[in-house]
């Protein structure tokens, strides 16, 4: 249980990390739609881990119930996201001061996180293949 709390606080650290660097390309890059942009970012990354950590305290608990029920549990919370994805993006189309490709890339930045904690997670795995060994 704290290996799972420690790896959720690494994906966030890294979430966070690949929002700040989002923020000053755009800031560089798209001068005039920066503000909007920033929002949606901001608006989208913060929705993604929210959905993460539900996504990890649901796991958690279905792993302490009986098959039918756990099954049940997780289809529920699992459409709720969903339900809760739509939402946002609806949201970022309407409100003309979030941009809506902002919030799809903030959204995403949960998923690059991942894959860059578990690139990264395993040290003697590139040491290995640097020396040429074979596991």
Same mark, same amino acid.
């Given at each position: #249980?704290?290996?799972?709390?420690?790896? =959720?606080?690494? /994906?966030?650290?890294?979430?966070? /990390?690949?929002? *700040?660097?989002? /923020?000053? &390309?755009?800031?560089?890059?798209? =001068?005039? %739609?920066?503000?909007? @942009?920033?929002?949606? @970012?901001?608006?989208?990354?913060? &929705? %993604? #881990?929210? %959905?993460?950590?539900?996504?990890?305290?649901?796991?958690?608990? *279905? $792993?302490?119930?009986? +098959?039918?029920?756990?099954?049940?549990? =997780?289809?529920?919370?699992?459409?709720?996201?969903?339900?809760?994805?739509? !939402? $946002?993006?609806? $949201? *970022?189309?309407?409100? +003309?001061?979030?941009? !809506? &490709?902002? =919030? $799809?890339?903030?959204?995403?930045?949960?998923?690059?996180?991942? #894959?860059?904690?578990? @690139?990264?997670?395993?040290?003697?795995?590139?040491?290995?293949?640097?020396?040429?060994?074979?596991?």
């Amino acid at each position: #249980m704290a290996d799972l709390r420690e790896l =959720t606080k690494k /994906i966030m650290l890294w979430v966070g /990390i690949l929002s *700040a660097v989002s /923020i000053v &390309i755009f800031l560089v890059f798209f =001068t005039k %739609s920066a503000k909007a @942009l920033t929002i949606g @970012l901001a608006f989208g990354a913060s &929705i %993604s #881990m929210l %959905s993460f950590i539900d996504l990890s305290n649901t796991l958690q608990r *279905a $792993v302490h119930k009986g +098959p039918a029920k756990a099954q049940s549990y =997780t289809v529920k919370k699992y459409f709720m996201r969903y339900i809760i994805t739509g !939402v $946002v993006i609806y $949201v *970022a189309v309407v409100a +003309p001061y979030i941009n !809506v &490709i902002g =919030t $799809v890339i903030g959204m995403l930045l949960i998923k690059f996180a991942i #894959m860059i904690t578990n @690139l990264f997670n395993d040290k003697q795995f590139y040491k290995n293949i640097i020396e040429r060994k074979e596991v």
